[in-house]
């Protein structure tokens, strides 16, 4: 069954668009990276003329049962307060959102706390948090699906009110040990070369959290489908996360994608439909351990290397820019013709 | 003789700034290069609430002798041509100054020929281009000083208008030649690893470039100070730039960096005056070839690495809105205290 429609661009602009890109004010090529994403945006959205419009950031946030084992030195209690945090407009996400004119869209996909109603607040809870997966399956195959169809309904709604670019971030305590779990399965690497420190632990606490998922994973009976691992191993945010980019990418919705977490996402995603890369602009690398890897394993080349380890999106919000500045200079920029200038001497 | 007086920024506010940043909702360092960042322009505005003010884009044009040895691909003419681009609002520079509200001036350094006066335009013309640097001095004493000082007073007054954020770019076909032959007699290595293709040079090209600008140094008598070495080998936008940057560092200003021309001028400056890399953000590496060596001589790490050979101040100008993102993350984002998020559990 393909529950997504998801169709690799149309390549049949390509070259119109090459020929657009070539004959600006500029070197051949002098533009770099923003150049291939021009390209990119222009296939995605089949125009030479392509407009980044009403870009939205959709934070999702989930607790982890896992943290009762002893993986993050923050107490679980943070990811509701963030989430707070985010309402308010005091995070991160938000400043970066707001200097970049994005929306900022935050999801309770299943925070160990009821939340009162706010107008700012998509209520998709699925449960109170995961079950621990070092003890057992971190969802059911129901609660996984429910995630999936959630974030999915999410994005298409923005997608039918206009939204053409999206990014999702995720703020969930313990998320990175869910992660490097899925990474190491879905990529079957060494456990190790998936951690890194989270939020901060130092060198007993990699180690306690690198030997938790081994043990886990040493349990692991859940076989090898994305599907059956992103329940076994997965957060609601994460589930929710790979169904949103999924539905995002079956409308032809470019992607700009955040760090280790939504990486993750993106690797489930990709599993269940390699044509999702396509939509998928690689925002930076993160200092968290595994990102790098991950980043190769899906032949992806980030934009950004600042050292951020943050999720929120906010990685992705920062690379914003650069997407808009590609659109931009293939919309604005004088060509050699409009402009009279001299081409090179052959 | 010292005429710029650049002070080292005061480091009394250091720790403060610190704390400020380690106080907001995130974990400690979870923020990368942008921490830094904040921490480096809080210093040089000495305070824990920085702001960037009337954000400037200046372009120095100047046209180069040394084109007559065969040095670029494209005709001289490029460099008037592309002055009235930027006259137009059509170049790439004017179409990311425009994303990010910067205002662009146009200053004719030197170009090769006569402009019709536009409000756009600066005329601090020293003559109709450098003389071929290959045969003879490019500049005279008088005419650096000169350049020197036109650049100076230009910052300063932009300084004086309130700006306290420039960017330096450049347009000189040529001038790649010029920057790389600084390059290799200010930081004593070999022509060949300082030259790259410029806007596009083949293999014969490249050969016959490095030839040139050997064959140039094996004649160089001007002596190894700064001064003499600019005078024999600059360009005249490449002198305004460095008198400019000076006068920018002096008035406290933050310098955002461009490419590999750019970066030839600061290196020009920072050999008369040290103290003005306290005051350089590094916008990014280029993909000319020498850049990468020559920001690892000034102990530099650029933010961006996006394959960009443009110049213009383009890379710089792509660089501006992390910049703007460290200054708003420092003031805008809540604390763990302000927002109630509880920190790391010791």
Do not use: W
């Not at 606490?205 to 690198?210: A, C, D, M, S, V």
């Amino acid at each position: 069954m393909k529950r997504f429609d998801i169709q690799a661009p149309d390549m049949m602009l390509a070259a119109a668009i090459q020929a657009k890109i070539d004959q600006k004010t500029k070197p051949l090529g002098a533009l770099g990276r923003l150049e291939l994403l021009a390209l990119q945006v222009g296939l995605i959205q089949n125009s030479l003329s392509p407009r980044l419009i009403k870009p939205v950031v959709m934070v999702f946030a989930g607790d982890h049962g896992v943290v009762e084992s002893g993986v993050s030195p923050y107490p679980q209690a943070v990811t509701r307060q963030m989430v707070m945090n985010f309402l308010a407009g005091g995070a991160a996400v938000n400043v970066f959102a707001r200097q970049h004119g994005m929306r900022v869209r935050v999801i309770d996909a299943g925070v160990n706390h009821v939340f009162d109603p706010h107008p700012g607040l998509v209520d998709a809870k699925v449960a109170m948090g995961t079950r621990n997966f070092a003890l057992e399956a971190a969802m059911t195959p129901h609660q996984c699906e429910l995630a999936l169809a959630q974030g999915a309904k999410l994005a298409a709604g923005e997608a039918a009110a206009g939204s053409n670019v999206m990014i999702f971030g995720e703020m969930g305590i313990g998320n990175t040990s869910s992660a490097a779990a899925l990474m190491s399965v879905l990529c079957r690497l060494p456990v190790r070369v998936c951690v890194g420190r989270g939020t901060g632990l130092d060198d007993e606490g990699l180690q306690r959290k690198i030997s938790v998922i081994e043990d886990a994973l040493a349990c692991h009976q859940g076989g090898d489908s994305p599907l059956a691992v992103l329940a076994a191993l997965g957060g609601f945010e994460i589930a929710m996360m790979a169904g949103a980019m999924l539905a995002a990418a079956e409308r032809r919705t470019l992607i700009l994608v955040d760090g280790f977490i939504a990486t993750s996402a993106l690797l489930v995603a990709a599993r269940l439909e390699p044509e999702i890369l396509h939509y998928c602009v690689f925002s930076h690398c993160s200092d968290e351990a595994g990102h790098g890897l991950l980043l190769e394993q899906l032949g992806a080349e980030p934009l950004l290397r600042l050292g951020m380890r943050l999720g929120e999106g906010t990685g992705a919000v920062m690379a914003y820019p650069l997407l808009q500045a590609a659109v931009n200079f293939l919309e604005e920029m004088a060509s050699f013709e409009s402009a009279q200038v001299s081409g090179k001497v052959e």
